[in-house]
C-alpha cells in the first residue's frame, strides 16, 4: 500500500504489519548468528551521526570551550542521550511502517499543511547546509591558501561528485561516510593527545553539571540548539528502509533492536569527537603560555581563527591535522544534508525527478547565499553567515517537531 493511501490517525501494530510490503522480506527463521545480521544493519546510524558533527557544531564546542573550559560538557552527553531516544524512534518508525517520516506527513496532513511543512524542511536542510559549506571552504582556505569563495564552489562540486555514488548503491555512500567519520575521530583524537587536558577537570565537566560562568546559560542554549537535528528525522527513517527486515514480529523488533544499538555506537563516536573538541579549545585559551594576539582570538574564537590559533600555539603539523578534519566534517555532513532533502522532496511532493537534478537544486540553493557572503565579507562575514544560519535552522525545526508531536499524540488516543 501506498505512504498516500494510509489513513489518517492510524495506530501503528507491530503485529498487524508483519507481513506487509515496503522493506519488509519474507518471513524466515534467521539462519545467521546475530553478529552477521547486525553488520547488516550499520551504516544508518553513522549518515547521521554526522549531523552532530557538522561545522556549526564545531563553533559552537570550540566557544564553549574557549569561555568556560570543561564546565559545558555534561550539555552534551545530555543532548546526544536525547538524541539516540529521538533517532531510534525515527528508525522504529520506518522499519515497523515501512515508509519514512516525510511519506507519513504526506498521509497524515491536508495538502496546505502539508505544503507548508516541506517549505519549512526544505528551509531547514538550507539553513544547516550553509554552515556546512563555508565549513568545508574555511578547510580549503587553511589547508590550500585559496580563497573562501572559491572553496565555496569547490564544496558544491565535490558533494554532487561524491553523490554519485548513490547509483552504486547507498551502502557505499554510507561506507564513505564512516570513513570520513573514523578521520574526524582520528584527526581530533590526535589533537587532544597533543594538548593533553586534565583528564580529571573534563570528567568532572562531562558528570556534574554546572552553570557557574560569565554567559553560561547562553553557551548551553547554543550547544543544545546545535544538536537540534529534526532533518535527521526524515533522513533516518528513510535510510532504514534500504535493508530487508524480515516480516515478522520476531524479525521487526531484531531490526529495532539492532539499529538502535548501531545508532548508540555511532552517536557515542560523535560525543567522544564534541568532547575532545571542547577539552582542546578549553585548553589552549585558558593556557597561561597564550600571547596577547591569542588571548584575541580565544575571545572571539570560530572555525576560521581556531585554525590559526591551533597553528600558532601547537604548530603547523597540529593546523595541518585540524584543517583534514574540518575538511572531513564538512564534506560528510553536505553529504548527507543533501541526501536529507532529497527524501524530502520525494516523501512530500511525491515527484519523480533525477537524483543528480534533485542534488544540483539542493546544492545550488546553499551555494548562493554562501558564495555572495564570502565574496562580500570574507572569512569574518562567513563566520557571522555559520552563527545565523545554525541559529534559524534551531528555531525553525523547535516549532516544526512540536507540530508533529501533536499529530503523533493524536494518533495514539
Known amino acids: 500500500m501506498d505512504a498516500a493511501q494510509a489513513p489518517a490517525g492510524v495506530v501503528v501494530d507491530v503485529e498487524a504489519l508483519a507481513g506487509r510490503g515496503g522493506s519488509h522480506a519474507p518471513a524466515a527463521p534467521p539462519k545467521e548468528p546475530a553478529w552477521k545480521r547486525f553488520l547488516c544493519h550499520v551504516g544508518p546510524g553513522f549518515m547521521v551521526s554526522l549531523a552532530y558533527l557538522d561545522p556549526g557544531n564545531l563553533e559552537t564546542d570550540l566557544q564553549a570551550g574557549s569561555s568556560h573550559r570543561y564546565e559545558l560538557l555534561w550539555v552534551i552527553l545530555i543532548g ?16 515497523v511502517t515501512g515508509w519514512h517520516l516525510a511519506e507519513l ?16 524542511a526544505e528551509l531547514a536542510v538550507i539553513a544547516a547546509d550553509i554552515p556546512e559549506v563555508i565549513g568545508t571552504a574555511f578547510a580549503f582556505n587553511l589547508l590550500f591558501h585559496i580563497p573562501v569563495w572559491v572553496g565555496v564552489l569547490i564544496t558544491g562540486s565535490s558533494t554532487l561528485l561524491l553523490l554519485g555514488l548513490q547509483k552504486y548503491g547507498v551502502r557505499k555512500l554510507e561506507l564513505l561516510v564512516a570513513l570520513l567519520v573514523f578521520t574526524m575521530a582520528a584527526c581530533f583524537f590526535i589533537e587532544m593527545s597533543i594538548v593533553k587536558p586534565p583528564s580529571k577537570e573534563v570528567i568532572h565537566g562531562l558528570f ?3 552553570l557557574s560562568g560569565s554567559g553560561a546559560t547562553g553557551d548551553t542554549i547554543a550547544l543544545l540548539g546545535a544538536l537540534v537535528m529534526p532533518h535527521n528525522l526524515f533522513l533516518h527513517s528513510a535510510l532504514v528502509l534500504s535493508r530487508n527486515t524480515p ?16 545508532s548508540g555506537v555511532a552517536l557515542f563516536v560523535a560525543l567522544l569527537i564534541n568532547i575532545c573538541i571542547v577539552s582542546v579549545s578549553g585548553t589552549i585559551c585558558n593556557s597561561s603560555k597564550l600571547s596577547p594576539d591569542d588571548s584575541a582570538k580565544c575571545s572571539d574564537i570560530t572555525l576560521d581563527s581556531s585554525s590559526f590559533l591551533l597553528r600558532n600555539v601547537l604548530g603547523k603539523n597540529s593546523a595541518v591535522v585540524y584543517g583534514v578534519a574540518l575538511l572531513a566534517c564538512g564534506i560528510s555532513s553536505t553529504i548527507t544534508g543533501t541526501y536529507a532533502g532529497q527524501y524530502i522532496m ?10 543528480w537534478l534533485r542534488n544540483l537544486m539542493t546544492r545550488s540553493i546553499a551555494i548562493v547565499p554562501s558564495l555572495i557572503v564570502a565574496i562580500i565579507g570574507g572569512s569574518s562575514g562567513a563566520g557571522r553567515l555559520i552563527i545565523i544560519a545554525s541559529v534559524l535552522f534551531s528555531t525553525i525545526w523547535c516549532i516544526h517537531c512540536l507540530s508533529i508531536q501533536t499529530a503523533f499524540t493524536e494518533s495514539s488516543d
Open 80 to 95: 546526544l542521550v536525547f538524541a539516540l531516544i529521538i533517532q531510534s524512534l525515527s528508525a522504529n518508525l520506518g522499519v
Open 105 to 120: 506527513c504526506k498521509a497524515e496532513y491536508p495538502t496546505w499543511v502539508r505544503i507548508c511543512l516541506w517549505l519549512l
Open 208 to 210: 556534574v553539571p554546572s
Open 247 to 262: 516480516s515478522s514480529v520476531r524479525g521487526i523488533k531484531d531490526a529495532c533492536r539492532f539499529f538502535l544499538f548501531e
Open 346 to 355: 520525494q516523501g512530500f511532493l511525491d515527484i519523480k525527478t533525477k537524483q
